[in-house]
């Protein structure tokens, strides 16, 4: 492999206050016997922070003040032990995870403009000697499946909260979770697994379990929970708080949720210190930075459905998103203590909005992780404020190209009208 030189960097020392955003327009790799080099092409300088992970084994790069073309990173075809790439917006910025298949040691330097190329961030990884065969990719697949694991809170003898008019929060959120997982599997590149598909008690740590078991890249779980005040309404979405509850009813209703477990009489004592470990790890501090991201896109979707509760994206001490290897994230799809919210819920036409909403919202967050993975096929479900260009801009498609996949002669949309995205 020519050796490359890194020149000029002084450009690199600049605020990035001065710089406009930049865009990382490819991501090339190629491998040696030994060596694995990743070039990250800009048309702009970027400034860049690179760490590791272990358990399992990851590459995290941060690129300050810059953002990601659509279809720039490709799933490797030549990348040594790396066997995924995945990436999200961060404060401004980008950043980018590498899984890994074998571990290996990993430098990074910048690269100013030489010859035909521009700004260039570069990662070059060392194969360790123990380091397991590397997998030869095979093409037969333009997109890997991304797995969601959806949680339908309670079951069995635990029928969770319960409204005045007699609903069973543990009945309505397994039928909100099917529907979702019908539309989740109806999307190509999508795949659905409901961690209970009936009316049967889980304990929390197997419900994370069964979704690790069937490599789930995210992890929803769904609840219908109660407030003693009947007036409080809304959808909330819930991460995992590493120092406590961000408001006294995520601390409430954390508390009621986590006291689930010892219906099934199963406790936790046994891994209180492995539980504390593992939220000390930086791992868990990455994994509730990705459940951020995907719980403020989620939020957004239930939003243009109904009602939100709060501000923000809340924290708790929820067990059940104490995940170290993927986003985690608790919907309140409303309050069941509240009557108006009890009887919609009941309701098959807003089951239905509800699925649609989350939907969305995954399927924003997988296009954010990977943009090779299309957002423009598929449908679109009519939500209350949506507009044309909305929607050209959500699935990156023209206004002009739904207009003529619809036949709509207007900007006027009817809500619950199903449009085909092309």
Do not use: C
């Amino acid at each position: 492999m020519k050796r490359l030189i890194s020149i000029g960097l002084l450009i690199a020392l600049m605020p990035a206050t001065v710089w406009a955003q930049a865009l990382v327009e490819s991501v090339r790799s190629f491998s040696e016997a030994e060596k694995t080099r990743i070039v990250f092409d800009l048309n702009a300088a970027a400034e860049h922070r690179m760490f590791t992970l272990e358990n399992p084994d990851r590459i995290v790069l941060d690129l300050k003040n810059a953002k990601l073309a659509s279809g720039a990173v490709e799933p490797p075809a030549d990348a040594g032990p790396v066997s995924r790439i995945r990436s999200a917006p961060r404060d401004g910025g980008l950043r980018v995870v590498f899984d890994l298949v074998a571990k290996a040691e990993v430098s990074s330097f910048e690269l100013a403009p030489s010859g035909n190329r521009g700004h260039r961030v570069v990662l070059d990884l060392a194969h360790s000697g123990d380091a397991a065969p590397i997998p030869t990719p095979t093409p037969t697949r333009q997109r890997e499946e991304f797995v969601v694991a959806i949680d339908a809170g309670h079951g069995g003898k635990d029928p969770g909260a319960i409204g005045a008019g007699g609903t069973r929060e543990k009945d309505v959120v397994l039928a909100v979770a099917k529907r979702l997982a019908n539309r989740i599997n109806a999307v190509d590149g999508l795949r659905a697994v409901l961690i209970r598909d009936g009316d049967y008690f889980i304990a929390l740590r197997e419900r994370t379990r069964r979704a690790r078991d069937a490599n789930a890249e995210l992890f929803i779980s769904l609840h219908a929970d109660a407030f003693n005040d009947r007036r409080v309404k809304g959808s909330s979405v819930f991460i995992l708080s590493q120092t406590g509850a961000s408001s006294e009813m995520g601390r409430i209703l954390a508390q009621r949720e986590n006291a689930a477990h010892r219906i099934g009489s199963v406790t936790l004592h046994d891994k209180d210190e492995q539980v504390a470990s593992v939220i000390m790890d930086l791992s868990r501090a990455v994994t509730i930075e990705e459940s951020m991201g995907v719980a403020e896109v989620i939020r957004g979707e239930l939003a243009r459905v109904g009602d939100v509760h709060g501000q923000n994206v809340e924290q708790a001490g929820f067990a059940v998103l104490k995940s170290l290897d993927m986003p985690s994230i608790l919907v309140e799809l409303a309050f069941i203590s509240n009557p108006d919210e009890e009887r919609r819920l009941r309701s098959t036409a807003y089951q239905e909005q509800l699925a649609t909403g989350l939907l969305q919202g995954i399927r924003r967050h997988v296009s954010q992780q990977n943009p090779a993975f299309a957002m423009g096929d598929g449908q679109h479900v009519v939500q209350r404020g949506d507009t044309l260009s909305q929607i050209a801009n959500r699935y990156r498609v023209s206004i002009d190209a739904l207009r003529q996949a619809n036949g709509i002669g207007n900007d006027m949309l009817t809500v619950g009208r199903t449009l085909q995205i092309p």
